[in-house]
């Protein structure tokens, strides 16, 4: 009987634990931020294969503890060309460089990022064409020095990436301005950075990226050798399963002032930010880098490494347009963020600071092992396909957290890496001479071209189309109402550059209802654009069709397509007809009621159509417009040319 009792008591206990621990749970999900749950899982890349590129540096020889900055480091210097040439690189310990005794102000960042020696099996590729190429993430490891990989990241100081803004600007004329040139960071508790699927960062392949490897010692008096391996994961564009969202980043970093009228200037640009706490003061770190210490235009006297004094301390700082310009410029959505902490801190967040008002935007954690020495054990990294809205015309603010259990100072510094969706991008000329994407057609002679005839007879502009609409309901103005009432302007961002136009519902209603829903609700993102003739019409492929590996159309939107039949006014002439700019829609020529979603752009006059094809729109004239149907007209393949997004104006 008692051990009957002891057994129903022991599963009671349990009941009431896990009662107890679905309720915090539940709390937790009620109070938590919301921020998307952090991930450093490395999966395989679905937008295609990767060329991996591989920097082994090392051996660094460890004989002492280090505070940050002052352990052994290497620096290393090529193009991206040359190094997916290479795939493996080595930096051999004839090249590390070691900062001992720390008499005075340590090297520069710039010093530490400049030209290296010659790096074994390097190959020369500069005499290949630029190429676009995507940086989809960068991992970093430490050997021993057999190579065999140590389960810890406690000998990393850092791994910093640098590129060269001036030249990505040049490269990549259209999109966002490269600002900052530092990309990436890797630390310990951080040490695999992967952008989410979907996305990635462009490249040409003739740019000339900087790094530095730099060990740390903060845990063992033991003599230690060890190396640091690099992996980067590229994507080449021609490559690609399916096409990849560009990333523009920014790199902000939290400052400190040194003297009080520093703090003054910073208490009096609160006036204009209630609820930005301006810049804190702090104490500039005694192994600081020469140029680490610097004044702003508004005489601010500051520094981005500072000294955290024993117990818990807060810091903030504003993001600053001088150093940071455009940051807040417009609205943006944020799919990735590295951070560069240092032990003891416990938290990194950006805040927008609007009037008398602060909202959470994103916060990363950091954890600190301090049983044998200082070491990261973890710090989040923020990495999300759906993104986080970040509004404009708003201050931000960044805010650390530090919490030194040591007893006495330590050295600090805070950066945070991060990645928006850049909607401004679009493909320089150089990109249209790589070799074309396939295309993956559900109904395969959607993509054969039709030529302009030589005659006026009566000529589909499209493909023959029966085999699909056959298939679809009538569009019911009673079911499928209401109908568009007035004119809507629609921007498509094709990977060729943008195409603005307008739907014209006064001379077809049902079509361009039935077009401006699908637009809406991102049907033909990742259609291709399958069929181009010269100087007579430009198509576009059924909304079901993508490039290849681009999801297929969600159920729920095949349920919303429609036959269409064709509009015609009872006086053509009217209505829309078929002049240059003109959008029309396809269908079987043998059937009056088989468009559905595939339409095309006329690139010339083509009166032979007018009233027998519905004429619904006509592009707007516009420089970007006009260079987007140059670019395809131009550098035409079939396969190379798709919609990757649309917005209505």
Request: aromatic share 8%.
């Amino acid at each position: 009987m008692k051990k009957k009792t002891s057994i129903l008591l022991i599963v009671a206990v349990c009941l009431i634990v896990t009662a107890l621990a679905s309720y915090s749970n539940m709390l937790a999900v009620k109070t938590a931020p919301v921020t998307p749950k952090p991930t450093n899982v490395v999966g395989p890349l679905k937008e295609g294969p990767a060329s991996l590129v591989t920097i082994t540096a090392g051996p660094f020889d460890i004989h002492r503890k280090y505070r940050s900055m002052e352990g052994p480091y290497v620096n290393f210097s090529s193009t991206i060309a040359d190094m997916v040439a290479s795939k493996n690189i080595n930096l051999p310990e004839s090249q590390v460089i070691f900062v001992e005794g720390n008499s005075g102000p340590g090297p520069s960042m710039q010093s530490m990022t400049g030209a290296s020696g010659v790096a074994q099996g390097l190959v020369d590729a500069s005499s290949s064409p630029r190429a676009l190429y995507w940086l989809k993430g960068v991992k970093l490891e430490v050997l021993d020095e057999n190579n065999k990989v140590l389960p810890t990241a406690e000998f990393i100081c850092h791994y910093n990436l640098d590129v060269d803004p001036q030249f990505r600007n040049n490269a990549f004329p259209e999109g966002e301005r490269c600002m900052s040139s530092r990309i990436v960071t890797i630390t310990q508790g951080q040490t695999d950075i992967q952008f989410p699927e979907g996305y990635a960062v462009p490249v040409a392949s003739d740019e000339r990226w900087s790094m530095v490897f730099q060990a740390a010692n903060r845990t063992t008096a033991e003599h230690k050798r060890v190396k640091h391996r690099c992996t980067m994961y590229f994507l080449k564009d021609s490559d690609l399963v399916y096409p990849v969202t560009p990333l523009h980043w920014f790199a902000p970093y939290v400052r400190v002032v040194l003297d009080k009228n520093s703090l003054e200037l910073a208490k009096a640009e609160k006036q204009n930010c209630p609820s930005c706490f301006g810049l804190s003061m702090g104490v500039n770190a005694p192994n600081n880098t020469k140029d680490g210490v610097f004044t702003e235009p508004s005489g601010r006297r500051v520094t981005g490494h500072w000294v955290i004094p024993p117990g818990i301390h807060s810091y903030r700082s504003i993001v600053d347009e001088a150093l940071d310009p455009g940051f807040a410029a417009k609205d943006r959505v944020i799919h990735a963020v590295w951070s560069h902490l240092h032990p003891l801190c416990t938290n990194f967040s950006l805040y927008k600071c609007q009037g008398d008002t602060r909202k959470l935007i994103f916060s990363n954690n950091e954890k600190t092992k301090t049983t044998s020495g200082l070491e990261i054990e973890h710090i989040d990294f923020l990495s999300s396909k759906e993104g986080i809205p970040m509004p404009s015309k708003a201050k931000y603010e960044l805010e650390v957290t530090y919490n030194n259990t040591t007893g006495e100072p330590q050295d600090s510094m805070s950066v945070a890496g991060i990645f928006f969706e850049d909607p401004t991008f679009a493909r320089p000329d150089w990109t249209f001479k790589s070799e074309p994407m396939k295309v993956n057609c559900m109904v395969k002679n959607h993509c054969q071209a039709k030529e302009k005839p030589a005659v006026a007879t009566v000529v589909a502009p499209a493909p023959t189309l029966a085999s699909h609409a056959s298939n679809l309901p009538l569009f019911d103005r009673a079911k499928d109402g209401p109908l568009l009432s007035k004119k809507q302007l629609i921007e498509i961002k094709t990977n060729a550059g943008p195409i603005t136009m307008e739907l014209d519902p006064s001379s077809a209603p049902i079509t361009c209802t039935q077009i401006y829903r699908l637009f809406a609700k991102h049907a033909f993102d990742g259609t291709p654009i399958c069929n181009y003739s010269p100087a007579y019409l430009i198509q576009v492929a059924l909304a079901e069709d993508k490039v290849g590996g681009q999801p297929a159309l969600p159920e729920t939107l095949k349920h919303e397509l429609r036959r269409v039949p064709t509009e015609i006014p009872a006086n053509p002439a009217a209505g829309l007809l078929h002049k240059k700019g003109t959008i029309t829609m396809s269908r079987d020529p043998q059937d009056r009621d088989a468009g559905s979603s595939s339409f095309s752009i006329m690139l010339a006059d083509a009166p032979h159509l007018d009233g027998d094809y519905t004429c619904f729109g006509k592009i707007v004239e516009n420089a970007a417009t006009a260079k987007t149907l140059k670019n395809i007209s131009e550098h035409w393949s079939n396969g190379k040319f798709w919609i990757v997004s649309s917005k209505a104006l």
